[in-house]
């Protein structure tokens, strides 16, 4: 029992329980259903990008990706306008949006790398680049994405949301890279201490590339699947997931100084997010004190998860 | 001959930025080289230049602001409301703001929280204040504030005089005052800061608020320049200042930082813009010649440090 209390993802899972509980009360239980479908709905696609950022963050500090939301829409506008809703070609448009993203991971850790330029800056530089990219393709049009990939990002398969499932598959394919593959034990040991790692032999630039293109081709998907899920891709779908994408990382209860990650954590912190929206929305609260309670709501989070690793 | 020192090679470059650009500028549109076209080009400098030094006095402590833009906001819509209609309480409500600041860095370094996450989460906070204080655009700025930004000086146009004044304000607090020694040597060794006998609690709240100070300028000459505002007005900030202050020579790390060289940075990535515009780059791709420009820049940094330790060498 106490081995489960430390777990540092446990807090968010609480939380999150919390948020439902006290907002399917306001409705009497009419809402159960419904709620909990569009927060597995939401929640699936903070994930997606979350676990993206989650691996670059765990890279060591000043390691953070800040193209994610503008390498989704370039991937979503892309692979949108490729297909062009013609059923055969959904898979090779998926092809596209993961190339995009290869693409996009490969040069930011080019620059990087070559230029020695810190990662914020670079990702922020790129992030200009792609948005740009994606405004000349896009050119204000809304092609709508192929019936059966639209059927798919609104469906349920018993009841739980077909992109939950894949946010679901993602997750577990994340935890086994991080804790049962060598790839995984080199991202830590790189985020605890860079030169240790170069001098005890580990490939840190190879594993550093993997990470960036990685987190590059999460956001892609992301951005493919919500361009389908929403009936077209927008120039800025990808914009409140900058501060979404981090947010879950940290309050998933992963170490921000790098080195130590939490897959389950990104969960109930993607879940908690928009349970917290939607309560407040639920309780009739405007726009103004729904960004106050969430920005409160992560500095509590953030002052708790200190008290408890900082306690003597 | 005296070698010149590295922190004048760290200027250079960011002086070299500006001039290139400005020459550009100049080639492309002669007419631009007078008063009035000086003085529409840097127009918005100077809200900028002192976004980028608040971004500045964060970075020099080892920390990072991404609340700064939804910051500088909010003080843009209590200005264009409060400070016109109850100068007072709208003054009050300010300094309220700064205490924030500087109880958020004490905070911070209290509990060796990562600046990066509370500042995320502040950035909620001010924007929702922001929405509340002003749910829709509008205001207006107050009447001294407009008289101070429309000032027309006959040696040089309001946006150039007011940022080297800046400029030099800030270099004597930060460079050569003992206080920004202090936070500087927050910035570079913390522990030795501490056993010397300063409180890095204290340093670190007096860093937040002078960042503070530095923010609220800027969102008031903001809306002197605007003359209203909205809960968006000054988003891109965050960004902007934190990439002015890396072109214009500081390091994330290790308390680094050059006033005069943020200031720099800030009207480089200015001047950026317009260049573009002149160059007729399409709009859809101005933004991502701006991303370019920056790679651009700090890869000509990389070439200069290069130099610099040949030259040491040699």
């Not at chain 1, 890279?177 to 240790?196: C, D, H």
């Not at chain 2, 760290?10 to 076209?37: H, K, Q």
Request: aromatic share 8%; glycine share 10%; net charge positive.
């Amino acid at each position: 029992m106490s081995a489960i209390l430390r777990k540092p993802w446990l807090w968010s899972f609480v939380a999150a329980g919390t948020v439902w509980v006290v907002t399917i009360l306001a409705t009497g239980g009419a809402s159960t259903v419904g709620l909990s479908q569009a927060t597995l709905t939401f929640a699936a696609f903070s994930v997606i990008v979350g676990i993206g950022q989650m691996f670059v963050i765990t890279l060591g500090p000043g390691n953070i990706d800040l193209a994610v939301p503008s390498t989704m829409t370039l991937a979503g506008t892309m692979a949108l306008k490729y297909m062009d809703r013609v059923e055969s070609l959904v898979l090779p448009g998926l092809a596209m949006a993961i190339g995009i993203g290869v693409g996009i991971g490969v040069i930011n850790y080019i620059l990087i790398k070559a230029l020695r330029i810190p990662p914020i800056i670079t990702t922020l530089a790129m992030s200009f680049v792609i948005q740009s990219a994606a405004i000349a393709t896009n050119r204000g049009l809304r092609i709508k994405p192929p019936d059966s990939m639209a059927d798919f990002t609104i469906g349920l398969t018993f009841g739980v949301p077909n992109v939950a499932l894949v946010a679901l598959l993602i997750s577990v394919a994340a935890w086994a890279l991080l804790n049962r593959t060598v790839y995984g034990r080199w991202i830590s040991a790189i985020g605890q201490s860079l030169p240790a790692a170069r001098m005890a032999g580990i490939p840190v630039d190879g594993v550093r590339l993997a990470t960036y293109v990685l987190c590059a081709v999460l956001a892609a998907v992301c951005g493919y699947l919500l361009a389908c899920f929403s009936g077209g891709a927008a120039l800025n779908m990808g914009a409140e997931y900058l501060l979404v994408s981090i947010a879950v990382v940290v309050i998933g209860g992963t170490a921000v100084a790098g080195g130590d990650s939490n897959v389950p954590g990104i969960w109930g912190a993607s879940l908690f997010m928009f349970l917290v929206v939607s309560m407040l929305n639920t309780y009739g609260f405007g726009a103004g004190f729904r960004l106050i309670s969430t920005g409160t709501i992560i500095i509590a989070v953030i002052l708790l998860a200190s008290v408890r690793r900082y306690a003597p | 001959m005296r070698r010149p020192s590295s922190e004048a090679l760290r200027l250079a470059l960011p002086i070299m930025a500006l001039a290139a650009l400005l020459i550009g500028i100049f080639v492309m549109r002669p007419n631009v080289m007078s008063y009035n076209g000086l003085h529409l080009l840097f127009k918005l400098g100077i809200p900028i230049a002192l976004a980028t030094l608040a971004q500045m006095v964060i970075m020099s402590v080892n920390d990072l602001d991404l609340s700064m833009g939804s910051f500088i906001s909010f003080v843009a819509c209590v200005t264009a409301t409060w400070l016109v209609d109850a100068p007072v309480i709208g003054a009050l409500i300010l300094l309220v703001a700064i205490a924030t600041y500087a109880l958020l860095g004490m905070v911070i370094a209290y509990r060796g929280l990562p600046s990066i996450v509370v500042t995320l989460g502040m950035s909620f906070v001010w924007a929702g204040l922001a929405v509340l204080v002003l749910p829709t655009p509008g205001g207006t700025a107050p009447a001294w504030v407009t008289a101070i930004m429309s000032a027309r000086p006959a040696a040089m146009p309001m946006g150039i005089a007011g940022s080297i004044l800046i400029a030099v304000l800030a270099h004597i607090l930060i460079m050569r005052s003992s206080f920004g020694v202090l936070i500087r040597g927050v910035g570079g060794n913390e522990r030795s800061v501490a056993r010397a006998g300063w409180s890095v609690l204290w340093a670190r709240g007096a860093a937040y608020a002078t960042a503070a100070t530095f923010a609220v300028a800027a969102g008031i000459t903001l809306v002197g320049l605007m003359t209203s505002a909205d809960a968006n007005i000054a988003l891109r900030y965050t960004l902007l200042s934190i990439a002015g202050v890396i072109l214009g020579g500081g390091e994330f790390i290790g308390g680094r930082v050059s006033a005069i060289g943020a200031v720099f940075g800030a009207l480089t990535l200015l001047l950026a813009g317009s260049f573009l515009t002149f160059l007729k780059v399409s709009p859809d791709w101005q933004i991502g010649a701006q991303g370019l420009i920056l790679i651009l820049i700090l890869a000509l940094r990389l070439l200069l440090a290069r130099l610099e330790r040949n030259g040491l060498r040699a």
